[in-house]
């Protein structure tokens, strides 16, 4: 038999069973993809990571992420989360202030700020902008009318590794209305070839109010998004939905109205970030186990 360690955390949050949990397993050698995608959909989370040896000097690890239906290339809670773990277990690399993980999408660096309960940060990939998708359909497809969108803003699809179609709506009250139909967003993401999920925010005095469906990947509604806050901070600038006070830094709140509280970190690096967008936040330890399988060759 053989015996798999992994912690799980929290991410985006100072407190154990808020924010997005997280399994991390320590070491993936020997598994091949279809174990490491039946792991992922026992564990039942948002995501599961598998850490392996770094294939390059210019990183600490190489990391796969997986939902519970889908191999990402990219995504945010997994990597703070990750991070925090090779930093706690003293792997190689990974106790210096900054570092970077290998993923599918490439090297993503992270950055750690000081203090017995440090902040981590991910450096966002870079972020482009797609098409655009009919309002009404969209907000269809979110259980919300035409009305509930913010007037002049267009659905559209923004991404920085992991499709989401961006959807502003009036305030907080009605991201908490949505309800996704996952027929109807079907059908508004025909065209797409990848996995596509549906972000819902309104704009706030200190950031956003966010909410994200992803019933492709196999997460009804997730809790925390990471790889989405990037590209938020780059839609709401672009629309004129940053906070007027300071464009540059502020929180995404998600995961609220599903008992998750999660605060997502942004900083805007260079006008319209153009040197980059960093997201951040805090992790909690909540627990470690052993899986144990059939026997793999490592």
Request: aromatic share 8%; proline share 7%; glycine share 8%.
């Amino acid at each position: 038999m053989t015996q798999l360690a992994y912690s799980v955390v929290d991410v985006f949050t100072q407190h154990a069973l808020e924010g997005n949990a997280l399994a991390v397993f320590h070491d993936g050698r020997g598994l091949d993809e279809a174990a490491m995608q039946r792991i992922a959909r026992e564990m039942n989370l948002s995501e599961t990571t598998f850490v392996f040896p770094a294939s390059t000097p210019d990183a600490a690890a190489d990391v796969r992420i997986f939902t519970p239906n889908y191999e990402l290339p990219f995504a945010g809670h997994p990597t703070i989360g990750t991070a925090w773990v090779l930093r706690r277990d003293r792997i190689a690399g990974a106790g210096a202030r900054a570092f970077a993980l290998r993923e599918p999408i490439g090297l993503v660096p992270v950055r750690v700020d000081e203090g017995d309960d440090p902040m981590i940060w991910l450096r966002t990939p870079p972020i482009a902008f797609a098409e655009t998708f009919d309002v009404a359909s969209a907000a269809a497809a979110a259980g919300l009318a035409a009305s509930d969108v913010v007037e002049g803003v267009p659905a559209q699809l923004v991404t920085a590794g992991n499709p989401n179609v961006f959807l502003a709506v009036r305030d907080a009250a009605t991201v908490d209305r949505a309800e996704i139909d996952a027929a109807a967003f079907k059908r508004l993401v025909a065209a797409q070839t990848r996995p596509t999920c549906l972000f819902v925010f309104a704009a706030t005095p200190s950031g956003a109010y966010s909410r994200m469906f992803a019933p492709e990947l196999g997460v009804v509604e997730d809790p925390a998004t990471g790889s989405a806050t990037g590209p938020l901070a780059a839609f709401m600038m672009r629309y004129g939905l940053a906070p007027a006070a300071d464009g540059t830094r502020f929180v995404s709140e998600q995961g609220t109205k599903m008992r998750r509280r999660s605060l997502l970190h942004v900083q805007v690096h260079g006008e319209h970030g153009a040197d980059g967008i960093e997201v951040g936040g805090h992790v909690a330890p909540v627990a470690s186990g052993v899986m144990t399988l059939p026997e793999v060759s490592r």
